[in-house]
C-alpha cells in the first residue's frame, strides 16, 4: 500500500474542502477502500476520514412520509431498524444479503453506493482495464466473462456493480443527498435520484458516478410513496454460494395489489449492468393485471428485452429472467413477517 | 508522521503512537501490541480470521485503518476468558469440538459473541449458521461450531448475552 496523509475533518466544510485536492479519498467503512489500497487498485495520496463526522448517523422520519437515511448508518443498523425494516422490506432483505456480519457491521449507506466492480480484471493490476488505466483495454473481454454485463455494456466495459442495496432503492425512487462546494462559506447541496447516479460505462468506464472531486454523500432519502410497498416487496438473489457471496444476477420486486389487480409495478435488477438496472418498460406491463403467472412471465420477458451476452454468459440473460418471475410472483404473496433465515435465497424454505 | 491513538484494548486504556498511517487494527493488536490471538488470514476482508469487536461490535480488523479507531474500545481473544474461567462461548466449543487445526477459531469465537449480542438469531441454526458466514472454517468445523454457538446462547441466558463481551 502506497502511504498517504490521514486527514480527520470535524465538518462536512472542512472535508469538502480537504478531498478537493487531487489524489484525496473518502473514507468511511473502510471496507472496498482498505481492500483496493492493499491491492494497488486505488492508490490514494490523502485520506479524508468522514467515519467521526458528527451528523451522518442518524434514521429520521420525514413530516412528508418519507425517510432520510444519514450516509454514515452502517448497513446492519438500516436493516435491523424495525420501522425501517416494516415500512422498506425488500431493502432490509437485500442489506442482510450482502457480505457477511462484520462487513455489514462497518460498511456505510454511503459506502455502498461507492462501492467498485469486483470484475476480477479490475482486481488484477497486472490486466489491462479501461476503468481502473483509461484507453488501456479491456482484458475481461474474450476472458472469463460468466459474471459480467449482460445489460448496458459497451466494448470499454462489461464489469457490473455489485451492491445489492441499491437495487431496491433504485426501484423506489432513493435520491442521494450531495454536499460539494463551498460558495461563501457554506456547503452547496444538490439531490441526485439514484438511477442517474451511477453512469454506465459509455467511452468513459473510469468515471463510475455524478460525483465530482471532492463532492461527499452525506444522506440518502426514500419518497413516501415507496412505503406503499411493504405489503408485497422482495428481493432474491442467486449467488454461487447461499450466503456471503455477490449475486450473479439478483432482482427487486414491490407491487401494489387492490383488488387482487396491480395499480403499480417497480422491478430493478442486480449483477447485470454496471449499474442497478431499472426495468421501466415492464413494470408498466403490469399495471391493471392480475399477478397471475401468464402475466409475471410476459413482464419478466420484458425486462430483459434490450439484454445480449458479454461473453460467455447468455446463461444469466434466462436466469435473470426466472428470477424476476420468481421475485415478482413471491411479492404477489405477500412480503414475510420477518426477513428470512436465508435474506434473498431463492432456494429458502420460508417464502 | 507522528500520531497517536487512545485505545481500550480489553478494558485497559491505552495511548498508542502510530507511526504509519497504513496500519491496519490487525497489524496493531499483533504487532504493536503483542495480541497475537487474533489472526492474520487473507488480510482482505474474506476470511474473518481477524474478527474482534469495536465498541461491541464485530467487524473485520484487517479493513480497519487504525487511525480511524482512535477513541474505541476493542475486545480480542485475550480479553474474553476471566482468569481461568473460560468464556462460555470458549467452553462451548471444547465442549462441540468445534475446531480442528484451530487458527479461525479466535475469528470464530469473537464473530460468535458479536452474533449473540446482536441477539438476531434466536435459537435457529439456520440464522445462526447465517449469522456465522463470514468466519471461514477451512477444516470444516461447522457443524460443530453452530452447535456451541447454540449451546453458548442458552447458557449465557438473556442478560448474559448482552455482557456477553
New interface residues.
Given amino acids: ?1 502506497k ?4 486527514v ?1 475533518p470535524a465538518t462536512i466544510v472542512e472535508a469538502v474542502a480537504a478531498a478537493a485536492e487531487p489524489g484525496a479519498a473518502y ?1 468511511a ?3 472496498n477502500l ?2 483496493l489500497m ?2 494497488g487498485i486505488t492508490q490514494p495520496r490523502r ?1 479524508v ?1 468522514v ?2 463526522l458528527p451528523g451522518l448517523e442518524a434514521i429520521e422520519q420525514l413530516a412528508d412520509g418519507g425517510v432520510w437515511i444519514g450516509a454514515r448508518v452502517r448497513n ?1 443498523d438500516l436493516a ?1 431498524d424495525a420501522a425501517f425494516a416494516r415500512r422498506f422490506p425488500a431493502v432490509a432483505e437485500a442489506l442482510l444479503s450482502g ?5 455489514r ?2 460498511a456505510t449507506v454511503g459506502g455502498n453506493l461507492l462501492q467498485r466492480t469486483r470484475c476480477a480484471d479490475f482486481y488484477d493490476v497486472a490486466s489491462a482495464c479501461n476503468k481502473r488505466q483509461p484507453g488501456a483495454g479491456c482484458e475481461a473481454r474474450g476472458g472469463d466473462t460468466r459474471l459480467h454485463a449482460v445489460l448496458g455494456w459497451t466494448e470499454s466495459c462489461i464489469a457490473t456493480n455489485p451492491s445489492d442495496f441499491c437495487v431496491p432503492l433504485v426501484a423506489l425512487d432513493a435520491v442521494v443527498e450531495i454536499a460539494g462546494k463551498t460558495i461563501g462559506g457554506k456547503v452547496g447541496h444538490r439531490d441526485v435520484p439514484l438511477e442517474s447516479f451511477h453512469h454506465l460505462p459509455g467511452d468513459t468506464p473510469e468515471r463510475e458516478s455524478v460525483l465530482e472531486p471532492g463532492e461527499l454523500i452525506v444522506a440518502m432519502r426514500l419518497p413516501a410513496e415507496a412505503a406503499g410497498f411493504s405489503a408485497h416487496a422482495r428481493y432474491l438473489k442467486v449467488r454461487e454460494r447461499t ?2 457471496a455477490f449475486a450473479v444476477v439478483s432482482t427487486a420486486a414491490a407491487l401494489r395489489i387492490e383488488s387482487g389487480t396491480i395499480t403499480e409495478a417497480r422491478i430493478a435488477l442486480g449483477g447485470v449492468a454496471l449499474k442497478p438496472w431499472r426495468a421501466r418498460a415492464a413494470e408498466a406491463m403490469l399495471v391493471g393485471a392480475a399477478p397471475d403467472d401468464a402475466a409475471v412471465r410476459r413482464t419478466a420477458e420484458a425486462a430483459l428485452a434490450d439484454a445480449r451476452p458479454s461473453g460467455d454468459n447468455a446463461f444469466k440473460i434466462e436466469l435473470a429472467r426466472r428470477i424476476v418471475t420468481r421475485a415478482l410472483s413471491l411479492a404477489a404473496v405477500g412480503t414475510p413477517d420477518r426477513v428470512p ?3 434473498a435465497s431463492p432456494f429458502a424454505p420460508v417464502p | ?1 507522528s ?1 497517536s491513538i487512545s485505545l481500550t484494548v480489553n478494558g485497559v486504556a491505552r495511548d498508542i503512537p502510530v507511526d ?3 496500519v ?1 487494527l490487525l497489524d496493531l493488536l499483533r504487532e504493536r501490541l503483542d495480541l497475537t490471538g487474533t489472526k492474520k488470514g487473507c ?3 474474506q476470511c ?1 480470521a481477524c ?1 474482534v469487536l469495536v465498541d461491541g ?4 480488523s ?4 487504525a ?2 479507531c ?1 477513541g474505541a474500545h476493542v475486545h480480542t481473544i485475550e480479553g474474553v476468558a476471566q482468569g481461568d474461567v473460560l468464556h462460555p462461548v470458549q467452553a462451548a466449543f471444547i465442549a462441540h469440538d468445534a475446531l480442528q487445526c484451530g487458527f479461525c477459531t479466535p475469528g470464530q469465537i469473537m ?1 460468535a459473541i ?2 449473540l449480542r ?1 441477539g ?1 438469531a434466536g435459537d ?1 441454526p ?2 445462526v ?7 471461514l472454517c477451512r477444516c470444516g468445523a461447522y457443524a460443530g461450531i453452530t452447535d456451541a454457538v447454540l449451546d453458548a446462547q442458552q447458557a449465557l441466558g438473556e442478560t448474559g448475552r448482552e455482557q456477553a463481551a
Avoid at chain 1, 502511504?3 to 490521514?6: K, Q, S
Avoid at chain 1, 457480505?99 to 462487513?103: C, F, G, I, K
Avoid at chain 2, 461490535?57 to 473485520?60: E, H, K, Q
Fill in positions: 500500500m502511504i498517504f496523509d490521514y480527520r473514507l467503512g473502510g471496507t482498505l481492500d492493499k491491492g485520506l476520514d467515519d467521526h446492519a435491523h457480505a457477511s456480519a462484520q462487513l457491521n462497518a450466503s456471503y433465515a436465508l435474506p | 508522521m500520531l504509519d498511517p497504513r491496519t488480510d482482505r476482508g474473518g474478527t461490535r464485530r467487524i473485520n484487517c479493513l480497519a485503518l487511525l480511524s482512535d464473530s458479536g452474533l446482536e438476531q435457529d439456520e440464522r449458521r447465517e449469522g456465522m458466514s463470514g468466519t
